[in-house]
């Protein structure tokens, strides 16, 4: 046998044995609630996780009964540092990519939160389903919910029409983004993006995305332009501002500390569309 032959014959070797792993390996779904121990009040949100240890495409968007989906199926993504691959989350060298939903109850008693299918290689692997016991309202105290309610009111994305005289009386539209000190931005992504282009008008890019200190609605806030439109006048034509829609995601502080004594944050997320100021 040549050097060459041998070389193949080895290259054979590692595949097979490779390939082989890769089939017996034992496909596990899960899932679990977050910083929950299983009893909630009606006015609290309850996060959940679905797990998977391949690299499958994604869960189903289907409702959950006697809860409302409030944020969701949102990735958690990492690097695998053996492969370099895009993955949910990289653990001891194993591939593990999760989902999350926050889920609002609907009603009281014990429910349960159906269980979830994933495909991976044309078969499904089902996540068993969660029991929730709903109380009467609480005072709210736990992280997630006081998080998402904090968002939900005090972040805002807003549209603005500055007139600009100096350029032929064209006008900017700008797309804003308004936090509070008390949540950490993580990253954002666009869903929808207004299309003037009827209008003649051009995105202007934005190349520093870095917070500055704004008072809004009489707050202390800090605020990122997103989006700004040039666009010629448009007198004399029916023009509407059309609204940006965006996935942001954000963190929390949690109640828990390291072991530097440093406050753990958790990770949220929601869609937010921009309202006209």
């Known amino acids: 046998m040549t050097h060459f032959n041998k070389y193949l014959f080895l290259l054979s070797l590692i595949f097979s044995f490779y390939h082989g792993y890769t089939q017996n390996k034992e496909v596990v779904f899960s899932s679990e609630l977050v910083g929950n121990d299983g009893v909630i009040g009606i006015n609290e949100l309850v996060k959940i996780k679905f797990t998977g240890n391949v690299d499958f495409d994604g869960i189903s968007n289907l409702p959950f009964k006697d809860f409302k989906i409030i944020s969701g199926p949102t990735p958690s993504i990492y690097t695998d540092k053996e492969t370099g691959k895009r993955v949910r989350k990289e653990s001891s060298g194993s591939l593990l990519k999760s989902y999350y939903y926050i889920l609002m109850p609907e009603k009281l008693g014990i429910l349960n939160i159906r269980a979830e299918q994933m495909e991976f290689k044309e078969r499904l692997y089902e996540a068993p389903p969660i029991g929730i016991k709903v109380t009467d309202s609480v005072e709210i105290v736990d992280y997630i919910t006081s998080g998402m309610i904090t968002a939900q009111e005090e972040i805002q994305l807003t549209a603005e029409v500055i007139y600009n005289s100096t350029h032929k009386n064209s006008l900017n539209v700008v797309y804003k983004l308004f936090f509070p ?78 072991s530097n004594g440093s406050r753990i944050y958790e990770s949220l997320y929601f869609h937010l569309d921009s309202v006209l100021k």
Request: proline share 8%; glycine share 6%.
């Open 181 to 258: 000190y008390s949540i950490g931005l993580q990253r954002f992504g666009f869903l929808k993006v207004p299309d003037y282009s009827k209008f003649k008008g051009v995105d202007a890019p934005i190349t520093d995305y870095e917070p500055k200190k704004e008072n809004h609605d009489g707050k202390n806030y800090r605020s990122i332009i997103l989006k700004s439109f040039i666009v010629p006048s448009a007198k004399g034509e029916e023009f509407e501002i059309e609204p940006l829609s965006i996935e942001l995601f954000f963190e929390v502080p949690t109640f828990e500390l390291d």
